[in-house]
């Protein structure tokens, strides 16, 4: 894999890249292994932490995100809920912040992030439920970043491509300055990934994504 900075000023493939047929399978596999593995043994953690947040704040204990499965196909995406539960844009008067999320998709003082919810966040302990949508098929222990539909249109020419696959849990954007990075270094990364997708790189993603949780780089 290539440094980050290599693959910023790479640009995306347009071609079918050719990927080992064995990949599918394997990775599935990997897939459902580690799901039900951490699962099993966060579950006695994530019944304590889902009661906290409903004593946090008024609202569900999870939320569910709509967002852009394999092929265009919508599904929702589990997470522990960490925000206010009226968390529209109306809620963020800012104008400032409200052009912050328009270009970034994300704020680093979001209003409506809970107090427990930013410690859910910067932990990554709030994206556990995803594991849910690993198991049922939705999504994969490493892949692009999950987005939204109107996301979508920064990807400009490589929708398609970025459609090819399941996004992820983690991924090479995650494990490169997650939320630090601009949009367009956050599309190259995800259009890169899918060039080059392979158990190995998987391997190493995953690996690089516990240090990356511990040291909150980029976390909010």
Request: proline share 7%; glycine share 6%.
């Amino acid at each position: 894999m290539g440094t980050l900075d290599s693959i910023k000023t790479t640009q995306p493939k347009t071609a079918a890249c050719r990927i080992s047929p064995w990949y599918a399978p394997v990775k599935r596999l990997m897939d459902i292994a580690i799901a039900a593995t951490i699962l099993t043994v966060a579950l006695p953690v994530l019944l304590p932490i889902a009661l906290i947040v409903v004593l946090d704040s008024p609202g569900p204990i999870f939320y569910r995100r709509h967002v852009v499965g394999r092929h265009g196909k919508p599904f929702y995406a589990f997470k522990l809920r960490t925000m206010v539960e009226e968390s529209d844009l109306s809620y963020i008067t800012d104008g400032g912040r409200r052009e912050e999320f328009k270009s970034r998709y994300k704020l680093r003082k979001d209003p409506r992030v809970t107090r427990v919810g930013r410690y859910l966040r910067k932990a990554s302990i709030d994206e556990l439920p995803q594991l849910i949508n690993v198991l049922k098929g939705e999504m994969s222990l490493v892949g692009p970043r999950m987005i939204s539909f109107p996301e979508l249109e920064k990807f400009g020419p490589w929708q398609d491509k970025i459609l090819e696959v399941k996004p992820g849990i983690t991924g090479l954007w995650q494990v490169s300055g997650r939320s630090n990075l601009e949009y367009d270094d956050r599309v190259r990364l995800n259009v890169y990934y899918v060039d080059n997708r392979s158990v190995m790189l998987d391997v190493i993603i995953l690996a690089k994504t516990i240090p990356a949780v511990i040291s909150a780089k980029g976390a909010y």
